[in-house]
């Protein structure tokens, strides 16, 4: 019996982006920021739809797609981003002539969806599938602004470079099939559970092909050159759109592969990890140091950030089932402190850079002056990238670095609070420019859109929420962390029953 | 939450009152400028009284921790079990004369920062966040908030020093912060270590202290992990060689931050050591404490002689500070319970001592606009009441008998002469060197020629005679009438663990 009622929230969701493409297309003279708080009603109503997903036991779609809590929480994160992005976009794009604002939301609805699947897939080529749905609207929408040559270059870059890196995915993921006859993750783990020679080097290889692949969407170093520019040319929502949603897609994707798929395997592919979540922090954080514009510092930040992440996928591969939820659910907790935080950043920067229309570190000079309030949000965003107190960064890297701690694993966590203590220095240099120093010129204050300020306002109030009570976050990551591993158990316990 | 003795909320009330008034000032119209100051000194009344309260209310022969309060936050997850992480707060014998500091440098600090005309009500508010942090830390049972807390007062003083400073500010300030930080840092490697090794699931304090003395985190471990929680704790304690941000920091900084931060901030480094090296790991205490003494020494030794050389009076009490803090180092190294006293007092004394320093300063430098010590003389003669109040802190600082000085640095000495008699000689040098520091000034600025330049100065204003009277009654009775302060601290030090008799 196929569930088709699984897929009822992407159904939302992909129709308001098809009813938004129609509407653009049958009625061009349309107001265009109607179309932005369709999106954002699209995004509530697949929002909670998701919802009535929650809780439910775990379900399989004929193998391929599982809906279960881990599914569920993605999709609300997806839901989530589209529906602030989408608002961001409002007054962004008012700005902007020549861009097809149909396409644009459509597009932005089609990648959430693409997460959702990414995060519920059980077999490789759903994975596969998914992932490139993502990245091709990701493609657009870097692009959309078709007159800037910036974002031209910026969209051709990451064109080119994320279809070497599918190739690169793809070669491995044919690698593992050849190896273990199955394109099912549960078929994967079972095969090479049982197999009686000692590590097949194609299956090495295999592994190594996908973790570049996969690399290369989470913008991991060595593989990450791509984000800053990508980053730089993209309109500024979709460089919010592109470190939250995407980054989130491709950990949901890595999460329940490396810990279903390949879990046999771990010795393989947790030093790989170990080592990318090791050189992408420092990498990130030092190269952060050195830049002049706000999105290419927001871009190495977020390869930082990254970095940190990966330590708990690294954990995944240390240790029993008890580390595993640890490790995820600190990981999990962290995406969402993140996610928020870097929605509140760019809520405010891009209030910010519609007024002064600079995308500069240096554009910020004086906002504590002529825009106190942006001003706050920013700081507390960095605050909380950095680790800081009351802001939600401090509650949850601690819940990541303490899941992911193991004997094998504290070089690592003392090294990413090391880094921690880097990125301060450079968000402490954007926030000097907006405290320490006078607006330029005769710049007085001025009054943010609404819309912005709302936004910004409520991402505040969840940075400060989750920092200083983030027990609920937490549960919630957990509760999202568990179906992974109960799966894992319960497929260890049937093979060992297995004659 | 769950009080214990109707007390807790006492406790709380420290923390929740600084922040309650951040909030109300958040919705004050900056306008208002004189609103702002009578919102923020009834706050500092009030966490006066609390302090006062708490420390006089603190039973001497009663329980070790009192006036309990604990709020579960986050329990029963994946790697926390029941106890897990709880907003937790107590008292014990340190911590009440520590707040007791707090709640009377926070009072006068508010009152010297009348005089602020550039975005007041900022400045109060970031001051207030402060303060809650430090009380926060002072008091709390539970590591994770131990460490909320200590961040929380030392992330605002990069505004407080870069926007209202002075000379060099931003320098100063982005120094200080990053220093400061780099010693969270370690502190906080050393946390997720600590929670790793005991692997009890909880950041309860009390059990993870169980844990470090029934041997749970392992003597290597403890021996590993004690130099950073030393070091990082350190930093704010300004501990030779990780003093350098002290001076530049103290010279920058505004009035009020310089009392507040050389007053309280550095007593907070030094509380570390006590909570996270003492008391959370003893073994590692027991062997690294003789590196911390030599440490200490040559803190107070060298603090002593850099001040001594100095022209600027920022300076010279920013290196004076380093020489003090040395001793506290010393008297926490020594072990021994007399040793340690020494040291709580001297935290107390140091404290309130500079605090008033700061404040005098700040009184001259807001109408002379130089702190040059070579551009004045005579002062006596036009500021008398000025020269008085810095008078009694200066012989409060080189340990004059009378004064809370003299009661702290002699517990020190007797407790080093008791283990490391050749470390205590050269602190009695560096009290020496303290007194020709302290007598060059008493000679060059207030006495000698009056500079014609400074005739017009005016005394002290009624608001800093106020903030000053405080400060001096402090100092002046834990000179005379030592019993309440010694019993509360002796109280609780002489159950640290591994402190001699």
Redesign the interface.
Do not use: H
């Given at each position: 019996m196929r569930d088709y009622a699984l897929f009822i929230p992407e159904y939302i969701a992909c129709g308001v982006a098809l009813l938004i493409i129609a509407i653009e297309l049958f009625a061009p003279k349309v107001r265009k920021d109607t179309l932005a708080y369709l999106t954002a009603l699209g995004a509530l109503a697949w929002f909670a739809a998701g919802l009535a997903f929650l809780d439910r036991d775990p379900k399989s779609y004929q193998g391929l797609f599982l809906s279960d809590d881990f599914t569920s929480f993605f999709r609300l994160l997806a839901a989530g981003i589209v529906f602030v992005v989408a608002l961001m976009s409002a007054e962004f794009l008012k700005r902007h002539k020549g861009v097809d604002h149909g396409e644009f939301y459509g597009l932005l609805l089609v990648a959430g969806s693409a997460m959702t699947v990414m995060a519920g897939a059980t077999e490789l080529l759903t994975a596969y599938l998914a992932l490139e749905v993502l990245s091709f609207s990701l493609y657009i929408l870097v692009g959309i602004l078709k007159r800037d040559l910036r974002s031209n270059e910026a969209s051709l870059k990451y064109i080119l470079l994320g279809a070497f890196s599918s190739a690169l995915f793809l070669y491995g993921l044919s690698l593992v099939y050849g190896t273990a006859g199955t394109t099912s993750y549960a078929g994967i783990a079972e095969a090479y559970a049982s197999r009686d020679s000692g590590l097949d080097p194609a299956v090495v290889v295999g592994l190594m092909l996908i973790l570049a692949g996969v690399g290369f969407k989470v913008s991991a170093a060595p593989f990450h050159m791509w984000a800053p520019d990508a980053y730089e040319g993209a309109p500024l929502p979709i460089t919010a759109f592109l470190s939250t949603l995407s980054k989130a897609a491709g950990f949901a994707l890595i999460l329940r592969l490396f810990s279903s798929a390949f879990v046999t395997d771990a010795e393989t592919w947790r030093w790989a990890f170990l080592a990318l979540a090791a050189l992408t922090m420092t990498v990130g954080n030092l190269i952060a140091i050195q830049q002049k514009n706000l999105k290419r510092l927001v871009a190495y930040s977020s390869i930082g950030q990254v970095g940190y992440m990966l330590i708990s996928i690294a954990a995944l591969g240390y240790g029993d089932a008890?580390v595993g939820?640890?490790a995820t659910?600190g990981l999990l907790v962290h995406l969402v402190g993140y996610i928020v935080t870097t929605l509140a950043l760019f809520s405010a920067l891009t209030a910010a850079v519609n007024r002064t229309g600079s995308e500069e570190i240096a554009g910020l000079r004086g906002l504590a002056e002529t825009q106190p309030f942006l001003a706050l949000v920013i700081t507390a965003s960095l605050?909380s990238f950095a680790g800081?107190?009351?802001f939600a960064g401090?509650a949850t890297k601690?819940f990541l670095?303490?899941?992911a701690?193991?004997d094998e694993t504290?070089w690592v966590?003392?090294l990413a609070?090391?880094n921690?203590?880097i990125s301060?220095?450079y968000y402490?240099m954007v926030?000097?420019q907006m405290?320490?120093f006078d607006p330029v010129g005769d710049a007085s204050r001025y009054r943010v859109q609404p819309v912005l300020w709302g936004l910004a306002a409520v991402l505040l109030v969840g940075i400060l929420f989750i920092g200083m009570?983030?027990?609920p976050a937490?549960?919630f990551s957990?509760q999202a962390?568990r179906p992974l591993f109960d799966a894992a158990s319960a497929a260890a316990a049937a093979r060992v029953q297995a004659p | 939450m769950t009080f214990d003795e109707g007390q807790g909320y006492v406790v709380l009330a420290t923390i929740a009152v600084p922040l309650l008034a951040a909030l109300i000032l958040v919705f004050t119209p900056g306008s208002q400028k004189m609103a702002v100051r009578y919102i923020s000194a009834v706050t500092g009344a009030i966490l006066a009284a609390l302090s006062i309260y708490i420390f006089t209310a603190y039973q001497v022969d009663g329980d070790q921790a009192q006036m309990n309060l604990r709020w579960t936050w986050v329990e029963n997850t994946a790697f926390l079990g029941e106890n897990g992480i709880a907003l937790r707060l107590a008292v014990d014998g340190i911590s009440a004369l520590l707040a007791l500091l707090t709640g009377v440098v926070a009072f006068a600090g508010a009152l010297a920062s009348w005089k602020i005309e550039y975005r007041n009500k900022d400045f109060y508010i970031l001051y207030w966040i402060l303060l809650a942090g430090v009380f926060g830390t002072f008091f709390a049972y539970d590591l994770f908030f131990f460490f909320f807390f200590y961040e929380l007062a030392v992330m605002p003083l990069y505004l407080l020093i870069g926007v209202w400073g002075s000379t060099r500010k931003e320098y100063g300030a982005a120094k200080l912060t990053l220093m400061l930080v780099g010693g969270s840092v370690l502190i906080w490697i050393g946390i997720f270590a600590v929670f790793h090794q005991a692997n009890i699931g909880t950041f309860d304090l009390p059990s993870l202290w169980a844990a470090g003395q029934n041997g749970a985190i392992s003597p290597t471990a403890q021996k590993v992990i004690f130099p950073l929680m030393a070091v990082g704790c350190g930093v704010l304690a300004a501990l030779w060689p990780f003093h350098t941000w002290s001076p530049d920091g103290h010279m920058s900084a505004p009035t009020a931050v310089s009392m507040v931060h050389a007053g309280v901030l550095m007593k907070l480094g030094a509380f570390g050591i006590i909570r996270l090296g003492i008391q959370l790991l003893p073994e590692g205490a027991e062997f690294w404490m003789p590196a911390l003494m030599v440490l200490g020494t040559i803190g107070a030794v060298y603090g002593a002689t850099a001040a001594l050389t100095q022209r600027d009076f920022k300076l010279i009490s920013g290196y004076s500070s380093v020489s003090h803090m040395g001793y506290v180092l010393m008297g926490l190294a020594t072990m021994n319970t007399i040793g340690i006293t020494g040291a709580v007092l001297q935290m107390f004394s140091h404290g309130v001592m500079t605090a008033l320093v700061f404040l005098m300063i700040g009184a001259l430098y807001d109408q002379a606009h130089t702190r040059d010590m070579k551009e004045f003389g005579g002062l006596a003669k036009v500021m008398p009441l000025w020269v008085i109040f810095y008078a009694i802190a200066g012989l409060a600082n080189v340990g004059l008998p009378g004064f809370s000085g003299f009661t702290a640095e002699f517990h020190i000495f007797v407790g080093t002469f008791r283990t490391y008699p050749v470390f205590g000689a050269l602190a009695i040098f560096a009290a020496a060197l303290a007194a020709a520091y302290m007598l060059r000034m008493f000679a060059t600025v207030f006495f000698g020629p009056t500079n014609p330049h400074w005739k017009d100065l005016k005394d002290l204003t009624p608001i800093e005679r106020l903030s000053g009277a405080m400060l001096i009654a402090s100092i002046v009775i834990m000179g005379v009438w030592w019993a309440p302060f010694t019993d509360r601290v002796g109280h609780t030090v002489t159950l640290l663990p591994g402190v001699t008799g």
């Open positions: 008890q939820i640890n659910s605050f800081l107190p009351f401090f601690l670095l303490q899941g701690t193991t504290i966590v003392a609070v090391l921690s203590f301060l220095y402490l926030i000097r405290y320490l009570y983030p027990g937490f549960e957990e962390a | -």
